[in-house]
């Protein structure tokens, strides 16, 4: 089992459906109220990405990144149609807070924060494109620093400084895995095909 650092086809991922998922607990007492529980910490998103599967060359595509990851064996990278950067437009230095410095800590994950006002929830992003991403340090856009496209963290070279507040904006990938190891294909007609249904699950890291 390996995580391949090759994204799906990204003409296909476009007219992907999809999102994420969560896992809750619903107990209904006597008296119509109801307890619930959180069995996840995090969202799990899952995808079906044979809609966009018209043509024969589609089909071919899909069957050779299909084979190649041996089924639901090895996992990739996969770009969300909706949700693949840290704001709504190009990525900015100030996108998202991911940390205050310390003057020892050079390392820190990127992040990106949904909502605001109740009960904000933090996703972590470990599979940024390296090449988007911007950082600042207290508003101030620095280069002062790398950043590992395999999981996300990004390390300065020098510590920041004590209290100052790290931001950082980037477009990102999804790591997933096919969801069944039977990939069922369909030719329609001269060049036209179908692939019914492709499922996608994210792979938790």
């Excluded at 006597?30 to 307890?35: M, P």
């Excluded at 006002?117 to 207290?138: G, T």
């Excluded at 329609?188 to 492709?198: E, G, N, R, W």
């Amino acid at each position: 089992m390996a995580f391949h650092h090759v994204r799906f086809p990204l003409d296909i991922a476009l007219g992907a459906r999809g999102g994420p998922q969560w896992a809750t607990d619903i107990v209904e007492l006597a008296s119509g109220a109801e307890e619930r529980n959180a069995r996840w910490a995090h969202s799990r998103r899952q995808y079906d990405a044979g809609f966009c599967v018209k043509s024969k060359s589609d089909l071919r595509s899909v069957l050779s990144f299909f084979e190649e990851r041996r089924g639901s064996f090895h996992g990739f990278l996969f770009r969300d149609p909706i949700d693949h950067s840290s704001s709504e437009g190009a990525p900015n230095a100030t996108d998202q807070t991911i940390g205050v410095g310390d003057r020892t800590k050079s390392d820190f994950q990127l992040t990106k924060t949904y909502g605001a006002a109740f009960d904000p929830y933090v996703r972590v992003i470990n599979k940024p494109m390296a090449d988007s991403v911007v950082v600042a340090l207290d508003g101030n856009p620095t280069t002062d620093f790398t950043v590992d496209a395999t999981t996300g963290i990004v390390s300065f070279l020098t510590a920041p400084h004590a209290a100052a507040v790290i931001t950082a904006g980037y477009a990102f990938d999804v790591p997933v895995r096919f969801a069944n190891d039977r990939l069922d294909v369909e030719v329609t007609s001269f060049d036209a095909a179908l692939a019914p249904s492709i499922k996608l699950i994210e792979i938790r890291q």
